[in-house]
């Protein structure tokens, strides 16, 4: 099998395109380098083409049997410095991806999130849910972006016939995320703050509730869903086992003996107070989350800044 991965170079992405390469398939990686990291491909560079290019302008008569966009950038630091970027990534990124799939009859193969509920009512969320998403705040661009995201792809699945797939990932966390001191992607914040013996920083009074599923679990779901997943289905890829931050916090300082302080700091907006995934219907093709949250903060604090995953 022969594939494009746009966004290939970042987390998820790069992962995936390592255990695709190990099934025997050809990998093209598309990426800006925007949030990626060409040392996520140091395993695996002299065995993949890598095209250093933009999903909202890159064109190919390149064919290929399946077409993944993961292309976006994913904290919320980077949607709110970038918002046209990542808006665009989403809208005309996935137009052209989209594009490039029907030139080759291919699958094309969507990384949705699970933003596109927004603040939802409905706790663990399924995939029939509509969403409560403001159009117009700072996490809009995103949000908004996935919603159009997935709403393309449907139509070009009904005037087109486009063959599809579309994942809404809910936190996923491993080596190579790139978390940092901001609001986000908080696993990989508190390892390094606990590790560091500094303050671990919580947005808000940390009652706010998410689900977290390790990387290795996540690309288990993707190559399940790419070898058995139902075409122009919508498939949660997540965790239903729903946590407190504040109690994440009290886990990682237990699993990696620190004595850190917590450090409450105020809360973003339209942050959506709890979150977890429904996920019935990947189950019912036989996937079972592995890892758990202990395992997985161990592993990462054992694999932070090697780039690789356990
Ligand atoms: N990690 C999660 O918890 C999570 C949750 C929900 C959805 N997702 C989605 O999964 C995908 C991968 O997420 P990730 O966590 O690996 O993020 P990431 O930031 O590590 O990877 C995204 C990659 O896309 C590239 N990129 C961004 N905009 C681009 C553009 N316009 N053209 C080409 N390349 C571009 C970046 O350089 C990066 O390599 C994203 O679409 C994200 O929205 C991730």
Redesign the pocket.
């Known amino acids: 099998m022969k594939a494009l991965i746009?966004?290939?170079?970042?987390?998820?992405?790069s992962f995936l395109a390592e255990s695709l390469l190990n099934k025997g398939w050809e990998i093209y990686i598309?990426?800006?380098?925007?949030?990626?990291l060409l040392e996520n491909l140091e395993p695996i560079k002299e065995n993949i083409q890598f095209i250093k290019?933009?999903?909202?302008t890159y064109s190919t008569r390149e064919k290929f049997d399946y077409v993944i966009?993961?292309?976006?950038?994913?904290?919320r630091a980077?949607w709110e410095k970038y918002p046209v970027?990542v808006a665009?990534?989403n809208s005309v990124?996935s137009k052209n991806l989209i594009e490039i799939a029907l030139n080759s009859d291919a699958t094309y193969i969507y990384?949705?999130?699970?933003?596109v509920y927004g603040t939802a009512t409905q706790i663990p969320t399924t995939e029939d849910y509509l969403g409560s998403v403001s159009t117009t705040g700072t996490r809009s661009p995103?949000d908004e972006g996935?919603r159009f995201g997935d709403a393309i792809t449907k139509a070009y699945e009904r005037e087109y016939g486009l063959k599809n797939i579309i994942i809404r990932?809910?936190?996923?966390?491993g080596p190579?995320?790139?978390g940092g001191d901001f609001y986000g992607r908080v696993i990989d914040r508190f390892v390094r703050q606990a590790q560091n013996n500094e303050p671990l920083t919580i947005y808000g009074d940390g009652s706010q509730t998410r689900s977290f599923t390790y990387v290795s679990d996540a690309v288990v779901a993707i190559l399940m869903l790419i070898e058995k997943g139902k075409l122009g289905e919508i498939y949660n890829v997540g965790s239903d086992n729903e946590i407190e931050i504040l109690k994440l916090a009290d886990i990682v300082k237990e699993v990696l003996n620190s004595s850190s302080e917590i450090k409450f700091l105020p809360l973003p907006e339209h942050d959506p107070k709890r979150r977890a995934a429904d996920i019935t219907k990947i189950k019912k093709l036989g996937y079972k989350p592995k890892v758990s949250l202990q395992d997985g903060i161990k592993f990462m604090a054992n694999s932070i800044n090697r780039g690789k995953v356990k």
């Not at 746009?6 to 992405?13: D, I, N, T, V």
């Not at 598309?30 to 990626?36: R, V």
């Not at 990932?169 to 966390?173: H, K, L, P, R």
């Open positions: 746009a966004g290939g170079a970042g987390f998820l992405g598309l990426d800006n380098l925007s949030s990626g290019g933009d999903v909202i966009n993961f292309a976006s950038n994913a904290s980077e970027e665009l990534s990124g990384a949705s999130s699970s933003e995103y996935k990932f809910f936190n996923t966390y190579r995320m790139r």
